[in-house]
C-alpha cells in the first residue's frame, strides 16, 4: 500500500483527514481521533539512512501504535522498522513501498485507532 491509497482507506474508513503539525515537515501528516486528539497513524518521508538501511533515498512510511510483543515478531519482518521518532515500545515504523501487505497495513492501522481509542468507562 503506498501513501494516497493509504490515506484514501483512513478518510474513507474513519472519516478523518490529516493535519500537518509541523512547518519544517509540511508533508508529514498526522491522523488524529476527534473526539480525543490522539494520533493513531503519522505518515512521514524518512531518509533511507535513518532506518538503517543503505541509500540517502527518503521512503514513505507509516508510525503505527502497535502491542509491544506483535512488535517484537513484525520487526524480523520485511517492511517493518523500530519507530522512528516515536516511542520503540509502543510504536512501530512500516514502510509504503509495497514491501507490507495491504491486508496486515489495515489490520496494524486497526489496532492503531482502537489502542488510541477513546476509554469508555462503566458506572
Not at 482507506?9 to 473526539?35: L, Q
Not at 519482518?77 to 509504503?96: D, Q
Request: one cysteine or more; hydrophobic letters at 40%; proline letters at 6%.
Amino acid at each position: 500500500m503506498d501513501r494516497t491509497a493509504l490515506e484514501k482507506y483512513i478518510r474513507n474508513n474513519y472519516g478523518t483527514e490529516p493535519d500537518h503539525p509541523w512547518i519544517k515537515y509540511p508533508n508529514y501528516g498526522v491522523f488524529r481521533h476527534s473526539s480525543n486528539k490522539k494520533w493513531f497513524a503519522v505518515i512521514m518521508d524518512v531518509p533511507k539512512v535513518k532506518l538503517g538501511l543503505q541509500g540517502e533515498e527518503v521512503l514513505q512510511v507509516v508510525n503505527f501504535k502497535c502491542d509491544p510483543i506483535l512488535i517484537g515478531s513484525l520487526l524480523g519482518e520485511k517492511g517493518f522498522f523500530p519507530a522512528y521518532h516515536m516511542s520503540k515500545a509502543s510504536w512501530i515504523t512500516v514502510a509504503l513501498d509495497g514491501s507490507v501487505a495491504d491486508d496486515k497495513m489495515k489490520l496494524l492501522l486497526d489496532m492503531s485507532f482502537e489502542a488510541t481509542a477513546p476509554k469508555t468507562h462503566k458506572k
